[in-house]
């Protein structure tokens, strides 16, 4: 195929500029322009838009494509709101981000029940031996935490423990009375409330709040009525700490946060673990015990056992806090 070069027969007109006889002889030439508004962040996003049409507000332009300035206006603003509604949008969005929870925890730890169901009663972790571990560990990944931040702004649902119980049929119902739920009552409509809460640690910017839920926040987050199951306390953190990130995420307002939820491993007492195929007890693999010899074993006074089970709650613990660090540093 030959091309064939053929001279241009059309020029495009420029916009005439004026001489300085006819800007001295028309003052409106040199008059001063308003000040335009701020437009906020929406400016920013409508770069795009403005370069867009730069060619046609240059000298050389063509007249017919030549814009009406009132209609530029007009789609300046209106991209301008729009771009803001979508950037508001988006902020609100990530005002609260609960991180997720190491699964292995979820599936085996934080559950346990005091009372005279319990045979082997789990070991609990104080709030300082926690604290400290949680601390030492960021500390560790570079992030220094300052003590309690107040999040407000969240949404908590609970029971309405005055409204008139649907019925149920036996066995949903003996299953809820049994069971330690802290969902309340599934026979009981739900009402909301405005939520507040003092986390354990923050960073000093607030950005990142950390919360170590204990027994004693469980029972400040469970939705159930106190004494309802008689002398026996049932536990299950894990569906706790599922509950709380949930209402967590209901706040769409304000600064974004990210929330580092962790709990209590409650670690069983007991060193032995049944064997599903030979049905038989073994020693529970990876845990200090286990790594004695038979003869270090029989040595062991009770107190030392039970340090022994203390520092494998604490090593569940450094496994949460560790999975966090890690889903954190590839944010």
């Not at 838009?49 to 017919?64: D, F, H, N, R, V």
């Not at 700490?241 to 409650?266: M, S």
């Amino acid at each position: 195929m030959t091309m064939i070069v053929k001279p241009v027969k059309t020029a495009l007109k420029c916009a005439p500029l004026p001489t300085a006889a006819e800007a001295a002889a028309d003052s409106t030439l040199l008059s001063v322009a308003p000040p335009r508004a701020s437009r906020g962040f929406g400016a920013v996003l409508g770069v795009g838009l403005i370069g867009s049409i730069l060619p046609q507000l240059s000298g050389c332009a063509k007249e017919s494509v030549k814009p009406p300035v009132a209609t530029l206006d007009a789609d300046h603003a209106a991209d301008d709101a729009k771009a803001a509604e979508r950037a508001e949008a988006a902020r609100q969005a990530v005002a609260t981000l609960v991180a997720p929870i190491l699964q292995k925890a979820m599936d085996e730890d934080g559950r346990g029940a005091f009372g005279c169901e319990a045979v082997d009663p789990p070991i609990i972790l104080s709030e300082n031996e926690a604290l400290n571990l949680i601390e030492q560990e960021f500390a560790k990944a570079g992030i220094k935490l300052h003590d309690c931040y107040k999040l407000t702004g969240f949404t908590r649902t609970r029971t309405d423990w005055k409204a008139p119980r649907k019925p149920m049929n036996k066995e949903q119902e003996d299953e809820w009375r049994y069971a330690e739920s802290p969902d309340g009552d599934p026979a009981r409509p739900k009402k909301s409330e405005p939520g507040s809460w003092v986390f354990d640690f923050a960073t000093e910017d607030g950005s990142l709040l950390v919360e170590f839920l204990s027994l004693d926040d469980y029972d400040k987050l469970k939705d159930s009525k106190y004494g309802r199951n008689g002398s026996v306390a049932a536990y299950n953190l894990p569906r706790i700490a599922v509950r709380f990130g949930d209402e967590l995420a209901t706040r769409t307002n304000g600064a974004p946060v990210t929330v580092a939820l962790f709990f209590d491993p409650l670690e069983e007492s007991s060193f032995f673990i049944q064997d599903e195929e030979t049905k038989t007890y073994v020693l529970k693999p990876g845990s200090a015990f286990a790594a004695l010899s038979p003869e270090e074993r029989k040595k062991l006074s009770w107190g030392q056992r039970e340090a022994l089970k203390k520092y494998d709650a604490l090593n569940k613990l450094r496994e949460q806090v560790r999975f966090f660090l890690e889903w954190y540093g590839k944010r």
